[in-house]
């Protein structure tokens, strides 16, 4: 095995006779919510390809993680390249339709893209949010599901019910200082998520959003203040607890049943209750 890839023979095949071969795709599954999503996908004999974009020195500990994937018998693939560029894309989408042939689809797809600005809106002392801040963010974290789903709906890749999961915050109807960008992609994403739900219906697809709470992953550290917004969010959590990467992967998972196929455009709240006050 290399870079968590059996051999092609292996990787193309199904599972044992009978047996429904699944397969996830998850955008920015390298750390984070996209990374417990796969860990839990994982654990459900769901097979990955996980495309993520990291600097050299973080793949040593990324590999870590990777590998305790490859432990559970699953098969998984790794692209780290950045999703969001068109070229890269769809030289993406070429290497994956020769990874699987014509006998595997992907079952889900999971967004969990985090790129985006986190400047203020006015500061004297900081550089402030641009047009062009405003348009990276809500192409990385909202337009680029939109781009990956047509993507794959024309290279004929889904499965039949096949499943879209993405993921907001609460930022999406709160301000928070330096949240501007990210929230306008938020918002855009729960709209995006709504019409793709209705207008992809007629091929199978069920798309759905998930807002996590306030959970301490790389990207929210990330956000000046954040040290704030924590302990503002475990005093209105009823559990007196942080939302865990784990917590939000249960539920992503949940998305992918048989249970869950009449889910469809909604925006599940996963946060133990802390957004009612």
Request: hydrophobic residues 40%.
């Amino acid at each position: 095995m290399k870079n968590g890839l059996k051999d092609n023979a292996s990787f193309a095949g199904g599972g044992d006779k009978g047996e429904e071969v699944l397969w996830a795709l998850i955008l920015g599954g390298s750390s984070g919510l996209g990374l417990a999503t796969a860990k839990k996908l994982a654990s459900h004999r769901f097979n990955l390809l996980i495309v993520h974009r990291d600097r050299r020195a973080d793949l040593d500990e990324i590999e870590k993680h990777f590998k305790e994937i490859t432990t559970t018998g699953v098969q998984l693939k790794t692209f780290n390249a950045d999703a969001t560029n068109n070229e890269k894309r769809n030289a993406l989408i070429q290497e994956i339709q020769s990874l699987l042939g014509d006998s595997n689809k992907i079952k889900v797809l999971i967004h969990s893209i985090a790129k985006g600005s986190l400047k203020p809106m006015q500061s004297a002392a900081n550089v402030e949010l641009s047009h062009q801040d405003f348009q990276i963010t809500l192409d990385a974290m909202a337009l680029s599901l939109y781009d990956w789903t047509k993507a794959l709906v024309a290279a004929q890749l889904f499965a039949a019910d096949a499943r879209i999961v993405s993921f907001t915050s609460e930022g999406n109807t709160k301000a928070w200082n330096n949240y501007g960008a990210v929230s306008v992609a938020k918002a855009a994403l729960e709209s995006l998520t709504r019409n793709m739900a209705l207008e992809f219906a007629p091929l199978g697809i069920k798309a759905n959003c998930i807002q996590a709470g306030l959970t301490d992953t790389k990207s929210f550290q990330m956000i000046p203040g954040n040290q704030a917004l924590k302990e503002n969010a475990l005093r209105r959590n009823p559990f007196n607890r942080l939302t865990r990467p784990e917590d939000v992967a249960n539920v992503a998972y949940l998305l992918t049943t048989k249970e869950a196929q009449w889910i469809n455009g909604t925006v599940i709240k996963v946060d133990g209750g802390e957004s009612l006050q």
